[in-house]
């Protein structure tokens, strides 16, 4: 038996072609390390083509999973332990493996033909490129194919069983229980394909448990997470859970109005299976349909929701504004991708900002909040609902590619504590004016169609203050142009809460830049530098505290993946000199990277931490 060493934190990636089960593989083992009581942070990397050719740089599919004993914020900067199951992978993948960490390649993958599909002239296993790493080669293919001899399978259905025996070797790796997979298998396949996965699992555990090609495993202990009902969600999962348990404390039906687009799609999919929650989902011809029916069950009397990334929302941007003059409650989620135009279908980016706050024609202020997690997805759906519903009005909410697909473990709420904020639907004739407003949050009345007595006009064209009626007066329009936007300037926002050193270095952000700038920031104080964070998520209406907390620093820094778009509005709001931290990659902020920028900007080191005591992120 191979000795056993504990380890706080570790980073694994799976990568290969996109028909090779790399999702499957990642998720398993994410689920098994879910129960085995680590903290986790996943995020998967998908391929924009629908089936690239085999073996090509394009194709590639990667799933990185990090798991700790502690807390942790982010999917972690490198790898220690890359699974490439060709050469593609290994080239997209290779410069982020930690030096010095470990390299299993899918050794019968190496070939001249595969070469050649990757675009390399070498074998990078031979020419010099892994030098830097501990390379594990194995036949995956040769064993997998001994193992589920005898069940009839052809060759290509023996090929796609090879995941499975990567899996096992990772299992034995980290000393991971089997178990929930083996039963996942059972429930997921039928026969021969239950007992080929089964095989080809168990003989890559067994492989890893009797070759001399690892010196040792791991083991990860329990994370102490505070007592509860765990599970592992996606981002995706959560928010849709989220909009349901929002529409209950509203007391409404939810309607879900939607056009497939990566990456919101799987909302959809999600919702679809909620119909004994009052769910409706109705999957649209096109964008700008999709909002239509939203925006006509909210006026019906229903939670209009719609879904959609950064080239739906510029379709939808006409309708947007008709949810602002009709005041009527709506929620549209962004879930933002790499752009503009089709951009990066299945990357990550934060460039819908403006479009979210300013893309309307006319004077037209909406209700913007953005989420920080994949389990803070669920919040935000709430209270994106209870802003809706309270104030009558649109709401935006952003989450990216980033937060939809990755996950982490959500400690189930217990959906009764959750106040409710029921709705009171206008059913008195008696003094009804449509556009009577509540004095505290200025909302109109909801009216059901079809209440008698109450029947009035509704439309994009501007309304007479109270009645409603059609109105080009002058006047008018500036008073509804200035209420609808007081309106917003209403819903109540929690105060910017302030982590870390005061008045030298503060560091801003939005959105899923959250776990690598707080970690960053931990990371740099841990060195004896002096530098707080903060993390908005509302964006309009900001919180009022902005910019008190903003001019008490020294220096401001805003990390964004897009082109500064947070820092252009706070220089606007607040008048701080914000410094824009930018990346527009396609892949989200590395710990490292926030940590370099805080030493470049930083007025100096508080205290001298010795190195060795430095808690790093991997």
Same mark, same amino acid.
């Given at each position: 038996m191979k000795p056993l060493q504990s380890v706080d934190d570790v980073v694994i990636r799976f990568a290969g072609d996109s028909g090779d089960g790399m999702q499957?593989?990642?998720?398993?083992?994410?689920?098994?390390?879910?129960?085995?009581?680590?903290?986790?942070?996943?995020?998967?990397?998908?391929?924009?083509?629908?089936?690239?050719?085999?073996?090509?740089?394009?194709?590639?599919?990667?799933?990185?999973?990090?798991?700790?004993?502690?807390?942790?914020?982010?999917?972690?900067?490198?790898?220690?332990?890359?699974?490439?199951?060709?050469?593609?992978?290994?080239?997209?993948?290779?410069?982020?493996?930690?030096?010095?960490?470990?390299?299993? @390649?899918?050794?019968?993958?190496? /070939?001249?033909?595969?070469? #050649?599909?990757? &675009? =390399?002239? !070498?074998?990078?296993? %031979?020419?010099?490129?892994?030098?830097?790493?501990?390379?594990?080669? @194995?036949?995956?293919?040769?064993? /997998?194919?001994?193992?589920? #001899?005898?069940? &009839? =399978?052809? !060759?290509?259905?023996? %090929?796609?069983?090879?995941?499975?025996?990567?899996?096992?070797?990772?299992?034995?790796?980290?000393?991971?229980?089997?178990?929930?997979? #083996?039963?996942?298998?059972?429930?997921?396949?039928?026969?021969?394909?239950?007992?080929?996965?089964?095989?080809?699992?168990?003989?890559?555990?067994?492989?890893?448990?009797?070759?001399?090609?690892? #010196?040792?495993?791991f083991e990860v202990p329990k994370a102490n997470l505070p007592p509860g009902t765990y599970r592992n969600i996606l981002g995706n999962q959560a928010l849709s859970i989220g909009l349901v348990v929002g529409a209950q404390k509203a007391g409404v039906p939810l309607f879900l109005g939607s056009y497939p687009i990566t990456p919101a799609s799987d909302i959809l999919h999600q919702l679809s299976g909620y119909k004994q929650y009052g769910v409706t989902t109705f999957q649209a011809e096109d964008e700008i349909a999709a909002i239509g029916a939203a925006i006509g069950a909210s006026f019906g009397g229903s939670m209009g929701i719609c879904t959609t990334s950064g080239p739906g929302m510029a379709l939808k941007a006409e309708a947007i504004g008709l949810a602002v003059m009709?005041?009527?409650?709506?929620?549209?989620?962004?879930?933002?991708?790499?752009?503009?135009?089709?951009?990066?279908?299945?990357?990550?980016?934060?460039?819908?900002?403006?479009?979210?706050?300013?893309?309307?024609?006319?004077?037209?202020?909406?209700?913007?909040?953005?989420?920080?997690?994949?389990?803070?997805?669920?919040?935000?759906?709430?209270?994106?609902?209870?802003?809706?519903?309270?104030?009558?009005?649109?709401?935006?909410?952003?989450?990216?590619?980033?937060?939809?697909?990755?996950?982490?473990?959500?400690?189930?709420?217990?959906?009764?504590?959750?106040?409710?904020?029921?709705?009171?639907?206008?059913?008195?004739?008696?003094?009804?004016?449509?556009?009577?407003?509540?004095?505290?949050?200025?909302?109109?009345?909801?009216?059901?169609?079809?209440?008698?007595?109450?029947?009035?006009?509704?439309?994009?064209?501007?309304?007479?203050?109270?009645?409603?009626?059609?109105?080009?007066?002058?006047?008018?329009h500036e008073l509804m142009v200035h209420l609808r936007a007081e309106k917003i300037a209403r819903i109540e926002v929690p105060d910017l809460e302030v982590i870390g050193d005061p008045g030298e270095l503060l560091l801003i952000g939005w959105g899923s830049t959250a776990g690598a700038i707080r970690s960053g920031v931990e990371m740099a104080r841990s060195r004896g530098y002096k530098v707080a964070y903060t993390h908005m998520r509302w964006m309009n209406p900001m919180p009022k505290n902005m910019a008190s907390v903003l001019r008490s620093f020294r220096k401001v820094l805003v990390p964004e993946m897009n082109m500064g778009q947070l820092a252009r509005i706070l220089r606007a709001e607040t008048l701080v000199d914000c410094i824009s931290v930018s990346k527009v990659q396609g892949q989200a902020f590395r710990v490292g990277e926030i940590v370099d920028v805080i030493v470049k900007h930083s007025g100096g080191r508080a205290t001298s931490v010795p190195e060795r005591n430095m808690r790093t992120e991997a």
């Open positions: 499957v593989t990642g998720s398993q083992f994410t689920n098994t390390t879910a129960l085995a009581g680590n903290d986790l942070s996943t995020f998967p990397d998908f391929p924009a083509e629908i089936r690239a050719p085999a073996g090509t740089l394009a194709g590639v599919s990667g799933f990185q999973i990090r798991f700790s004993s502690s807390d942790i914020f982010t999917p972690g900067d490198a790898p220690e332990v890359l699974f490439a199951m060709n050469p593609a992978a290994l080239k997209a993948n290779i410069a982020d493996l930690k030096k010095g960490g470990m390299l299993v @390649v899918n050794q019968e993958k190496f /070939t001249q033909k595969d070469f #050649e599909k990757a &675009g =390399l002239t !070498t074998n990078p296993l %031979d020419d010099g490129t892994v030098d830097e790493y501990r390379v594990v080669k @194995v036949d995956m293919a040769r064993m /997998t194919k001994e193992a589920i #001899e005898g069940l &009839g =399978l052809g !060759t290509k259905e023996v %090929d796609r069983t090879k995941n499975f025996f990567a899996l096992g070797m990772a299992y034995w790796l980290y000393n991971r229980d089997t178990s929930s997979t #083996e039963a996942w298998i059972q429930t997921k396949f039928k026969q021969p394909f239950v007992e080929a996965n089964l095989r080809a699992m168990r003989a890559g555990h067994a492989f890893a448990e009797t070759v001399e090609l690892f #010196e040792t495993r009709t005041e009527l409650p709506l929620v549209i989620i962004d879930v933002q991708r790499g752009g503009p135009s089709t951009g990066l279908p299945t990357k990550t980016e934060q460039s819908d900002l403006m479009q979210a706050m300013y893309g309307r024609n006319g004077e037209a202020p909406v209700a913007v909040i953005a989420a920080s997690s994949p389990t803070d997805c669920f919040e935000v759906a709430v209270e994106a609902i209870r802003a809706a519903t309270t104030h009558m009005c649109p709401v935006i909410l952003l989450t990216d590619g980033y937060l939809a697909n990755g996950s982490e473990p959500w400690k189930v709420p217990n959906v009764d504590e959750i106040p409710d904020f029921k709705v009171n639907f206008r059913t008195e004739a008696e003094g009804f004016k449509a556009y009577l407003r509540d004095a505290q949050t200025l909302s109109r009345p909801w009216v059901k169609p079809g209440t008698p007595g109450l029947e009035h006009r509704i439309g994009g064209i501007e309304k007479a203050e109270g009645t409603g009626n059609v109105s080009y007066d002058p006047k008018n």
